[in-house]
C-alpha cells in the first residue's frame, strides 16, 4: 500500500535495491489478490482481461440460450397467447436488466466486484439448474391412461417462473462488475493501457456477441428439435466451466483500493437530500457560506446549481461546517447529467426488445426450409444480429476509428455521443425496413388465401427479415458499445459498476416500456372479438402498424436526443 505514495529518493531508500526496478513498474491505486502492490508487467492489461471476457462470453451464451427462445417456449410447452408470452418476455428482461442497480449497489459499497461475480455466478448455475429441472418436469408427470399430461401445469409454471426470476437476480449481480472488473484491468494514467481500455470496450461486445452467436445457432436448434431440458442443461454447464476460468484468473487480476468513505451511493443520496432541505434557501446564502469558506460554487460546473444548496448547513446558517462537501456535490451533478441521455435512449431499448419475440414469432410463420428435411430454427435468425456485429467491430476499430482519428484528430475517432446517434438513427431505418417486409408477409398470405390458417407456412422465405437483423446488428456496434463507454467513463472512479447498470436499466424500462405498449395497443386493437394488432393469428394482425409506430417514436427520440448531446458536458477527468 506504501507503495503508490513513495516517489524518488524515498522509494529507493525505503525499498532493498533488487526490488527498486519493480516498484518503478508498480501500477498506483490497485492491489493484487493478497492486498499487495502490483507489477504493470505481471497483472492487468489483456492477459487478465481475457479471463473476466472468457466468463462473460458463457454468461452470455447462457442468458441468451433462454432469452432468445423464450417466447416459443411460453407460448409451446406452456401454452400462452403471443401478446401475454411477448409481456412476459419484456417483463422478465427488464427485471433482469433493472436489477444490476442493486447488485452494483452491493458491489461497490460491500462486497467488491470480484466477490459479487463469484456469488452472482453460483445463483446463475443454481437458477440454470432449476430451469432444466422444471423444462423435464412434464415428461416425469405424465398419466398412465393414454399418455396425456396430468393438471399439475400450474406448479410446472410456478417452478419455471421462480427458476427464470433466480437467474435475473443473478445476472443483476454479474452483469454491472464483470465489464467494470474487466475495464478495472487497465490503467487509464498509462498511455498504452489507455488506448488498449478504449479498445478493450469493442473487443469486450465482439467476444460477448459471440457467445450470443453460438447460442443461436446451437442452442435454439437443440431446443426446438430435440429437448428443452438439454437445451437449458447446457448453459448451465458452461457457467460452471467459466466459473472455473474465472478463479483461475485470480492471481493476475488487479483490485481497486477501496477508501474509507461512506458509501458513493449515500454520498450522493445526501446531497439530493440535503438539497431538497434546504431548498427554500437563497443563492445569496450560499455565496455567504462558501465565500467564508473560501470555496466559491463557481469553482464547481454551473449545471444544477440548485444541489448547491448541499453545501449548507440544514438551518442555511453560514456555518464553515457543511452537510455536503463540494466533492460530493459535483459527484451527484456528474449521475444527474446523464439522465437525459438516459431518457432519450429509452425508444432505443423498446425497439431493441422486438428482435427477440415479435421478429421470432414472424419468422415462425415463414419459409424456413433449407433443402428438403431442415427447417431453420426462428429463433436462429437473431444470429445474424450478432454475426454483423461480430463482422463488423473489427471494421470500425480497425478501418473506420483510425479513419475518423484522421479527421477529427480525437482518439476515438467520433465522441461517444455521436456514435450512440448514429445507432439510434439505423435503428428507425430498421423498423422501417420491419414494417415494410411484415407487409410484404400479409399481402403473400392474403394471396394464398391463407389468412384463417395461421399454422400454415406463409410462401414468403425467412431470409427476407435478414436486412433488418443486419441493420439491428450495426446499430448496436455504434448505440450499444457507445453506451457502454459512455456510462462507464462519465462517472466518477467509485461508480463505475452503477454507471454501467444505469446503460443496463436503459433496457430494463425499454422492455417494461415495450411490454405495456403492447398490452395496451392489445387491448385497444383487440376489444370485441376484433383481431388487435398481435392477434394469436398472426396472418390476421398487424404487426406492421406496430413497427411503424416504433419507427416514428424513434424519429421524435432522435430529434429529443441531439437537442440534450449537443449541450451536454463532457465529465473528461473522470474524477469531481
Known amino acids: 500500500m506504501a507503495v503508490s505514495t513513495l516517489t524518488g529518493a524515498d522509494a529507493d531508500a525505503d525499498v532493498p535495491e533488487f ?22 508487467s505481471k497483472s492487468g492489461g489483456w492477459r487478465s482481461a481475457s479471463f473476466i471476457i472468457g466468463v462473460e462470453v458463457a454468461e452470455r451464451f447462457a442468458y441468451y440460450g433462454i432469452s432468445s427462445n423464450l417466447i416459443t417456449y411460453l407460448t409451446g410447452p406452456l401454452g400462452q397467447s403471443t401478446a401475454t408470452a411477448a409481456a412476459n418476455v419484456n417483463a422478465w428482461s427488464g427485471t433482469a436488466s433493472l436489477l444490476p442497480l442493486l447488485g452494483a449497489f452491493i458491489a461497490d459499497s460491500f462486497l467488491g466486484r470480484y466477490r459479487t461475480i463469484i456469488i452472482a455466478s453460483l445463483l446463475y448455475i443454481l437458477g440454470l439448474g432449476l430451469l432444466t429441472i422444471s423444462a423435464v418436469l412434464p415428461s416425469v408427470c405424465q398419466n398412465t391412461v393414454k399418455n396425456v399430461p396430468c393438471s399439475s401445469s400450474q406448479f410446472q409454471v410456478i417452478f419455471f417462473f421462480f427458476a427464470l426470476y433466480l437467474v435475473a437476480v443473478a445476472q443483476g449481480g454479474h452483469k454491472p462488475c464483470v465489464q467494470a472488473f ?15 481500455k478504449s479498445s478493450f470496450f469493442n473487443w469486450w461486445y465482439f467476444s460477448m456477441c459471440g457467445g450470443t452467436l453460438i447460442t443461436l445457432l446451437i442452442l435454439n436448434y437443440i431446443q426446438d428439435n430435440l429437448n428443452w431440458g438439454l437445451g437449458f442443461g447446457i448453459p448451465c454447464v458452461a457457467m460452471a466451466i ?18 474509507d468513505e461512506k458509501s458513493p451511493f449515500l454520498r450522493i443520496g445526501h446531497v439530493f437530500i440535503n438539497a431538497v432541505r434546504n431548498w427554500r434557501t437563497s443563492p445569496s446564502a450560499i ?12 469553482l464547481g460546473s454551473q449545471q444544477f446549481k440548485f444541489l448547491n444548496k448541499a453545501l449548507l448547513a440544514p438551518d442555511g446558517s453560514k456555518e464553515y461546517g457543511t452537510v455536503s462537501s463540494m466533492n460530493e456535490v459535483e459527484e451527484a451533478k456528474a449521475v444527474l447529467r446523464l439522465f437525459p441521455i438516459w431518457a432519450t435512449c429509452l425508444v432505443y431499448a423498446i425497439v431493441f426488445a422486438q428482435s427477440s419475440t415479435l421478429f421470432t414469432k414472424q419468422g415462425v410463420t415463414m419459409d424456413r426450409s433449407i433443402g428438403s428435411s431442415f427447417d431453420v430454427p426462428a429463433a436462429t435468425l437473431q444470429s445474424f444480429i450478432s454475426l454483423s456485429i461480430v463482422l463488423f467491430i473489427p471494421i470500425y476499430d480497425r478501418i473506420l476509428v483510425p479513419i475518423a482519428r484522421a479527421i477529427t484528430g480525437k482518439p476515438s475517432g467520433i465522441t461517444m455521443l455521436q456514435r450512440i446517434g448514429t445507432g439510434m438513427f439505423l435503428s428507425a431505418i430498421s423498423m422501417a425496413i420491419a414494417a415494410i417486409v411484415e407487409r410484404k408477409r400479409l399481402e403473400t398470405a392474403l394471396e394464398y388465401g391463407l389468412i384463417d390458417m395461421p399454422k400454415a407456412t406463409v410462401p414468403m422465405s425467412v431470409w427476407w427479415l435478414v436486412p433488418q437483423y443486419l441493420l439491428f446488428g450495426i446499430a448496436d456496434v455504434f448505440t450499444m458499445v457507445g453506451l457502454q463507454e459512455f ?11 452503477i454507471g454501467l447498470s444505469l446503460y443496463l436499466s436503459i433496457f430494463g424500462i425499454g422492455s417494461f416500456l415495450s411490454s405495456f405498449l403492447i398490452s395496451v395497443i392489445d387491448k385497444a386493437t383487440g376489444g370485441y372479438g376484433q383481431d388487435g394488432w398481435f392477434s394469436d393469428n398472426l396472418n390476421r394482425a398487424h404487426l406492421d402498424y406496430f413497427y411503424w409506430l416504433l419507427a416514428g417514436l424513434s424519429a421524435i427520440e432522435i430529434v429529443a436526443y441531439l437537442y440534450f448531446a449537443k449541450s451536454y458536458i463532457y465529465n473528461k477527468g473522470n474524477t469531481v
Do not use: W
Open 19 to 40: 526490488e527498486a526496478p519493480l516498484l518503478h513498474d508498480a501500477v498506483d491505486g490497485v492491489v493484487d489478490h493478497k492486498g499487495r502492490p502490483v507489477i504493470r
Open 487 to 497: 456510462f462507464y467513463d462519465q462517472v466518477p472512479n467509485e461508480l463505475k459498476s
Open 242 to 259: 467459466a466459473l472455473v476460468i474465472f478463479l483461475l484468473g485470480s492471481m493476475t487480476y488487479r483490485f481497486s483500493i477501496k477508501g
Open 182 to 196: 474487466g475495464a478495472d484491468q487497465f490503467d487509464s494514467q498509462d498511455p498504452k493501457e489507455c488506448k488498449a
Open 287 to 298: 455565496a455567504l457560506q462558501e465565500e467564508a469558506r473560501g470555496t466559491l460554487p463557481h
